[in-house]
């Protein structure tokens, strides 16, 4: 299945929060909030609407892994409770940081590809 409106590559898109039409423009105006327009193709880009999608994948995942490396470091190293209540919300935090932002990139680039959001306004 070819996808109906070609673009930037979807890693090109998702890991440099680029525009999802040309690749060079900037998705973002801060942190995580999508920029209303592309400044270099002019793709309308304030349509886009992730929702609580890029936190759900994300979290999901990542309470599993957590959950698992957990245990893991319980049985391994066996350490007092308050090490765990340090590095885990530390663990989390930096991963959610990390990858929260590449991962709404990656969603509002497929929302370009497969459907088509400028036209929706």
């Known amino acids: 299945m070819s996808p109906a409106c070609p673009g930037a590559p979807l890693l090109i898109a998702a890991l440099g929060a680029r525009c999802p039409r040309c690749g060079r423009g900037k998705l973002f105006e801060g942190y995580l ?31 599993i892994m957590t959950a698992v490396l957990a245990l893991l470091f319980e ?3 066996t350490p007092p409770l308050w090490v765990h209540m340090i590095v885990w919300p530390v663990f989390i935090g930096l991963v959610v940081g990390f990858s929260l932002r590449p ?8 929302q370009y590809r497969y459907r088509d959001v400028e036209r929706d306004q």
Not at 34 to 46: D, E, N, Q, R, Y
Not at 103 to 110: Q, Y
């Open 103 to 110: 991962v709404k990139a990656l969603m509002v680039a497929l």
């Open 33 to 63: 909030k999508v920029a209303p327009a592309c400044t270099v193709c002019g793709l309308k880009l304030a349509g886009n609407d992730t929702g609580d999608g890029p936190a759900f994948f994300i979290m999901l995942p990542l309470c």
């Open 75 to 77: 049985f391994h190293f």
